[in-house]
């Protein structure tokens, strides 16, 4: 029960020591299991390339398949518990739509060109009027750093449909670490 307690406080403190140092996820519960990340994309810049239009973020990666559409992608890392497995969701809390918008497509930066050059674009992708991207929520394996075990929880907050030009932006999301029961040993799991 100690060892529980011990893990639980520890978990609490790491993953919010790791929740810090980005300002769009805030630890907002972590008790039972449980953990509810609040995240808030922040402020988002947008510039015109040609017809397309490009979102910028400092404090993002981006979604980087040559050729589909270039839209931040924000990512933190939260604690686990070595022995437990976990089941991560997320809800839209709060959204809006924009439109008569086309995102521009990824272009591979090592080429070096000029942004307005536009080399790839995945025309069967722009034309089939599925939503991009497939997956919002993106989680790593279990990585192992220094000991501890984490998730790297990746979001793009954004849903884009090419046929319509109609983006969702989810201006809030709640993403839950649930703890969902005990995990097979494993090379990672401590004896």
Known sequence: MVK??????????????????????????????????QFAPGDIQTESIG???????????????????????????????PIKEYLVSYSVIQSHTLENIKIYPFQNDREGKNPSI??????????????????????????????????????????YNPTSNEMVVYNEIEITVEEIGDRESDEFTPQ
């Open 4 to 37: 529980k307690i011990f893990l639980i406080t520890l978990t609490l403190i790491c993953s919010n020591h790791l929740l810090v140092g980005t300002n769009q996820f805030i630890l907002n519960s972590a008790q039972n299991g449980n953990t509810k990340i």
């Open 118 to 159: 536009i080399n790839h674009v995945n025309l069967e992708y722009y034309e089939s009027g599925h939503s991009y991207p497939e997956e919002n929520l993106i989680v790593s394996d279990r990585l192992v750093m220094r000991g501890l075990q984490l998730f790297n929880i990746s979001i793009v907050p954004f849903e």
């Open 51 to 81: 017809e397309y239009t490009r979102f910028v973020s400092p404090n993002s990666g981006k979604t980087t398949k040559q050729g589909m559409p270039e839209l931040p992608l924000f990512s933190t890392f939260v604690q686990i518990d």
